[in-house]
């Protein structure tokens, strides 16, 4: 994929503000520190574009990039952040729900999880959640760089039990150190901005 152009346009908290050029949409979400941020920035070969200007458990927003005017990277905001208050739940839950339900240019969720570990239930919640609103989903399995090769398929393994992968999902590993991944999924998401 070639990128000539990336840009931050906003931080939405609504509905109101996302963008209306209604380019095609990519989302990414994963638990907070999962390497979103480290992901989206190895994508599109920047240094620190991604930088949330929102902090975790504070003011929550998606924010939205676009890339070569021609479709959109969203960074949604992250969850498992320990010291996030109730109402900051309720309200991440309100705002990521609008965005699943409403957005009619969000072609494929990228939802990013930790190869090291077993899915954690939150990441299990928000699984099931994309697919309660029927969207497309990919799942990649960040920090592949801390697994060795011989021990990879053990990891994927337990990443598709614990999340009850549908067969058709696909699954990725990645890493932003090496950029392990970073080709298979620039593929998979080529077909999703741009459908035959
Ligand atoms: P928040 O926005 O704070 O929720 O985090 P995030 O999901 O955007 O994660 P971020 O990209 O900031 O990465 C979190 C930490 O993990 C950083 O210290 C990164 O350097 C590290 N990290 C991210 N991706 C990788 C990876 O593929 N391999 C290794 N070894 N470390 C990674
Ligand atoms: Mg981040």
């Known amino acids: 994929m070639k990128i000539m152009s990336a840009d931050y346009v906003i931080s939405a908290v609504g509905p109101k503000q996302y963008p209306e050029d209604g380019f095609a949409e990519i989302a990414f979400i994963g638990r907070s520190n999962v390497g979103k941020s480290s992901l989206i920035n190895a994508l599109l070969n920047r240094k620190a574009l991604a930088r949330t200007s929102c902090k975790p458990g504070k003011t929550q927003c998606i ?3 676009d890339i070569n005017k021609e ?3 969203v960074d ?3 969850y498992g952040y320990a010291k996030v208050s109730k109402e900051a739940r309720a309200t991440w839950g309100k705002m990521i729900e609008a965005y699943l339900k409403e957005r009619d240019k969000l072609e494929l969720i990228v939802l990013l999880v930790d190869l090291r570990h077993s899915p954690s239930q939150d990441d299990v919640y928000m699984y099931n959640w994309i697919k309660h609103f029927e969207r497309p989903v990919v799942v990649v399995a960040t920090k592949a760089d801390k697994i060795s090769r011989g021990q990879r398929a053990k990891h994927v393994k337990e990443v598709k039990e614990k999340l009850q992968l ?6 990725i590993t990645f890493s932003s150190e090496t950029k392990d991944g970073k080709e298979e999924l620039w593929q998979y998401l080529q077909e999703y901005i741009y459908p035959e």
Request: charged share 15%; net charge neutral; hydrophobic share 45%.
């Open 166 to 171: 549908h067969p058709g999902d696909k699954i």
């Open 71 to 73: 479709f959109f990277f």
């Open 76 to 78: 949604l905001p992250g």
């Open 63 to 65: 924010n939205f990039f």
